[in-house]
């Protein structure tokens, strides 16, 4: 089992940076493909961000490509999400995951986060 706690969402003008962070607990986050993704109201869920285990593979969703950079610290047992040239359209609810395989399907991650809001304003 693994329990994951998303941290630092807020609300920023556009434009602005946020960093988003997951820390896990229960077993090392060394063994799974971390994943970051969101939902905004009445949308579906959406892959943000991935990173492999061995850390240097890193994959993104189309509309945060150049924006948004994914990280991890096997050591700390941590994910980080550094959002940069935020727009509106980011505002969402942002979870972290964990999974066997580095991919962009929600169903295909085994652990999950309660997420952090993440609010961009125009």
């Known amino acids: 089992q693994v329990q994951l706690v998303e941290s630092g969402g807020g609300y920023v003008q556009a434009g602005g940076s946020l960093r988003v962070s997951c820390a896990a607990s229960?077993?090392?986050?060394?063994?799974?493909?971390m994943g970051w993704f969101r939902q905004a109201p009445g949308k579906e869920r959406e892959f943000v961000a991935g990173?492999?285990?061995?850390?240097?593979?890193?994959y993104y969703g189309d509309s945060v490509k150049g924006r948004f950079t994914i990280s991890r610290d096997n050591g700390r047992n941590t994910v980080v999400l550094q959002m940069d040239s935020l727009k509106p359209e980011d505002t969402a609810v942002y979870y972290c995951?964990?999974?066997?395989?580095?991919?962009?399907?929600?169903?295909?991650?085994?652990?999950w986060g309660r997420g952090t809001q993440v609010t961009v304003s125009s």
């Open positions: 990173i492999s285990r061995n850390v240097g593979r890193t």
């Open positions: 995951a964990a999974g066997r395989l580095l991919v962009n399907t929600a169903g295909l991650y085994d652990y």
């Open positions: 229960g077993q090392n986050i060394s063994t799974f493909a």
